[in-house]
């Protein structure tokens, strides 16, 4: 009997790589992590994961063969044209032929992508984007990234930096310090750091906030605080994400308006806000781009969580060589 097929989905990131076997229908067979090395820069990972490949598979009994390929993800720039990293600042690459790499390490056909890409397919094929083939997927974690899909198809651009949506100017005029070294970026004020950088910056002035009583108990105030009280009501917590959800809000709108996109799905850690952060981001989508945009546009939380990436990496391997 014909074994069924699998792939593999890779998604790479600073501390630890996520792996796993996914089959035809993006369901996850088994999935699970190793260290990332980042000694060398860099030049171990691709071993690494073939080594971690084998090992998986002789627990599985599943041979090589019934392997169809791999689809990775890594955090950086990507040229789509023959799979290369040009640039991944986390993991010490520079011009790093990753595809390359990893096919003769594995000796398995080998498609890759920038890891927010594969989250937004990995969503549109089976999470909150279901349905949908024009999409942005943003995620909202410690910085704030996204992929953009038209027509079914992820947008690189050039030099593959479609989609730095975390780098759009949201303060024009002294705005905070940015990663990328200019300030004032859309990351600077929605991300989690932002926002709890926002809580600390004003608790004092709050003394009748949740926030304060918070920070007096443990010394710190988390991104989860500020918007568990805000669901409570705080008046303080709720003007953070206010602001927040303005900053996205305007952006969002723009980008809406240049792309008529079918859903927004929002992800990362700050989406476990859920409708706290939704409602008001979806007010300001309203009030800012056209209402023929707003109408068709469905605004919604990611559902894969930190599956996304690896079930986006199977997506892309299975259409790289037309099995979808
Ligand atoms: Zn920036």
Redesign the pocket.
């Known amino acids: 009997m014909e074994k069924k097929k699998w792939t593999v989905g890779v998604d790479l990131g600073g501390t630890s790589i996520k792996m796993a076997f996914i089959d035809e229908t993006g369901a996850i067979i088994d999935k699970w992590e190793i260290g990332t090395d980042l000694t060398d820069n860099g030049a171990n990972i691709t071993r690494d994961i073939a080594n971690s490949l084998d090992e998986q598979l002789q627990k599985h009994a599943h041979a090589k063969e019934e392997i169809i390929g791999i689809g990775m993800g890594a955090p950086g720039f990507i040229n789509f044209e023959d799979g290369s990293v040009f640039e991944a600042v986390n993991i010490g690459w520079k011009n790093f032929p990753l595809k390359a790499a990893l096919e003769k390490a594995t000796a398995l056909p080998v498609a890759v992508d920038n890891d927010a890409n594969l989250a937004a397919l990995g969503e549109m094929w089976k999470g909150a984007g279901e349905g949908a083939i024009d999409l942005i997927c943003i995620t909202l974690g410690t910085g704030v990234g996204a992929g953009v899909i038209i027509n079914g198809q992820i947008a690189h651009g050039i030099g593959g930096m479609a989609g730095e949506i ?2 759009i100017t949201a303060v024009s005029e002294g705005g905070y310090l ?5 300030t004032g ?1 859309l ?2 004020v929605t991300s989690a750091t932002a926002i709890k950088r926002m809580a600390l910056k004003d608790y004092q002035n709050h003394p009748e906030s949740k926030l304060y009583a918070i920070y007096q108990d443990k010394q710190d105030v988390t991104t989860k605080d500020v918007f568990d009280a805000a669901k409570e009501e705080d008046p303080f917590a709720l003007s953070i994400v206010d602001e927040v959800a303005r900053y996205l809000g305007e952006a969002l709108s723009n980008v809406a308006i240049l792309l008529n996109p079918q859903k927004i799905v929002i992800g990362g850690g700050v989406s476990l806000a859920g409708e706290t952060l939704l409602k008001p981001v979806d007010h300001y989508i309203k009030a800012f781009t056209l209402p023929g945009v707003y109408e068709g546009l469905e605004l919604c939380k990611a559902t894969l969580g930190n599956d996304a990436g690896v079930i986006g990496g199977a997506w892309l391997i299975n259409k790289q060589l037309k099995r979808i």
Not at 178 to 182: L, Y
């Open positions: 975390g780098h940015c990663n990328c070294g200019r970026c990351e600077t």
